[in-house]
């Protein structure tokens, strides 16, 4: 997975579907996370805490398409810490890489296996 977005829009749209992730102790760690789907040039966020689910979607500059899932509070820190701009994240072996103009942050990804299955709203 890899994709480049404005960091003004990526930090609204994980603000965002963060507000679904729980920080509660004694839930699963993953449902701290937002899942990251990027497929067709759009990045799909998504957040929960199995009652409530958030899903944004963003038009971005996608080079690789992929998923995975980051903790939803560090990352959205992260985003909003970097200078005005084009963001590039990438998802390498072990990390997901966050970089704009001269800085660089590496987190570590949870299993995507792990996030819950949400599905269309009947």
């Given at each position: 997975m890899k994709f480049?977005?404005?960091?003004?829009?990526?930090?609204?749209?994980?603000a965002t579907a963060g507000r679904g992730a729980t920080n509660s102790?004694?839930?699963?760690?993953?449902?701290?996370?937002?899942?990251?789907d990027v497929a067709d040039d759009i990045l799909t966020i998504t957040g929960t805490d199995l009652?409530?689910?958030?899903?944004?979607s963003v038009p971005v500059g996608m080079e690789e398409p992929g998923s995975t899932v980051i903790p939803a509070r560090l990352t959205a820190d992260i985003v909003k810490s970097l200078p005005a701009g084009s963001v590039d994240v990438e998802l390498t072996s072990d990390n997901v890489s966050i970089s704009a103009q001269r800085s660089q942050f590496a987190?570590?990804?949870?299993?995507?296996a792990d996030f819950p299955s949400i599905g269309a709203p009947s």
């Open positions: 480049r977005c404005e960091r003004e829009i990526l930090a609204t749209a994980l102790t004694g839930t699963s760690p993953v449902l701290s996370g937002v899942r990251l009652e409530l689910t958030i899903k944004v987190v570590r990804p949870m299993a995507v």
